[in-house]
Each structure stands twice: as C-alpha cells, then as structure tokens.
C-alpha cells in the first residue's frame, strides 16, 4: 500500500497520455472519414491541426517543441515524485500536466503538429484531451499552492527579529 501511495501519480500520468492518445486515434480515423460531428449546441468535433504551441504561437517549430517538450515533462516528473504524499493536490496536478504534456509531444515529435479536435462556442481555438488535463492540472496546482502546506511548514519556531 505504501507503494501506491508513493507511485500513484504515475498512474494519472499513464492514464492522461492513453486517454489524449486514444481520443486522437479516434478522431483521426472517424472524423477524417464522417467530418465534423456537433454535439448539442456546445461542442463540435472538428479535426485540425496546429503546428505551433497555444492560441497557434510558434507556427512550425512542432518537432523541436516536441522534444523541449519531453525535457520540462521529465524535470516536472522528477519534481513530481520527490514531493511528499502529503502534498497530494499539487502531485495530481503536475501528473495531469505531465501526461498532457507527453501527450501533445508525441505529435510534435513524430508528425510535427498537434491534433485538436473539441470546438466551442466560448473558447477561442480548438483543443484536446491534453489541453484539457494541463489546464485542469494547472488549476489543481493552484490549488495545492494555496490550500496546501508542505509537511511540516507549520511546526518550524518562528523567526526572532532583531531589535532595531
């Protein structure tokens, strides 16, 4: 059990790279074959491709995105498993970010753009799966930065101030 309690985060990630890369398989093949699919009055399923970063910054540099990329992802997984269990909201977050991350990385390394596929009225640009699980991530860590005391952090004897 402690394994798990440890590890667990790796688990979200595994889980966020298979469901970004299942979601994309799938579109790429109904989609590319049916076009767009609208679903209700929210959401439409339209493939499209960007070759840049969010909001289509840094048209073109998709494959040495990709592997700058892979390096952040693998700097915010090694901080992710020296954090303590303790600190479990910022631990999902990053794993929901690194996940996404991977994610999106395998398309900027192997094809040089990214497939986005979920379309709504209220948000400017199509997005994925990934996108989705690295802003969800990013508002967790929020989250764990303000709700959250790393262990420890209240038991230190507070700091004498000097007399003037």
Same mark, same amino acid.
Request: glycine residues 10%.
């Given at each position: ?26 579109? #790429?093949?109904?989609?590319? #074959? ?19 970063? #969010? ?95 790393? #262990? ?13």
């Amino acid at each position: 059990m402690n394994l798990l309690r440890q590890w667990w985060p790796l688990l979200v990630v595994a889980l966020a790279f298979l469901a970004d890369r299942l979601s994309k398989w799938w579109v #790429a093949g109904y989609l590319a #074959a049916q076009g767009p699919v609208r679903i209700g009055a929210w959401l439409t399923l339209r493939e499209t491709y960007n070759q840049g970063l #969010a909001f289509g910054l840094l048209q073109g540099t998709g494959s040495l995105m990709g592997w700058l990329t892979l390096l952040i992802a693998a700097l915010l997984l090694f901080y992710l498993v020296q954090l303590p269990p303790e600190m479990w909201l910022m631990r999902l977050g990053l794993a929901l970010i690194v996940g996404g991350a991977l994610g999106n990385m395998v398309d900027r390394i192997f094809s040089g753009r990214v497939l986005d596929f979920f379309e709504t009225p209220f948000r400017q640009g199509i997005f994925n799966v990934a996108d989705i699980c690295i802003n969800v991530g990013a508002l967790i860590c929020l989250a764990g930065i303000l709700l959250q005391k790393p #262990a420890g952090a209240g038991s230190l004897p507070p700091e004498e101030v000097p007399p003037l």
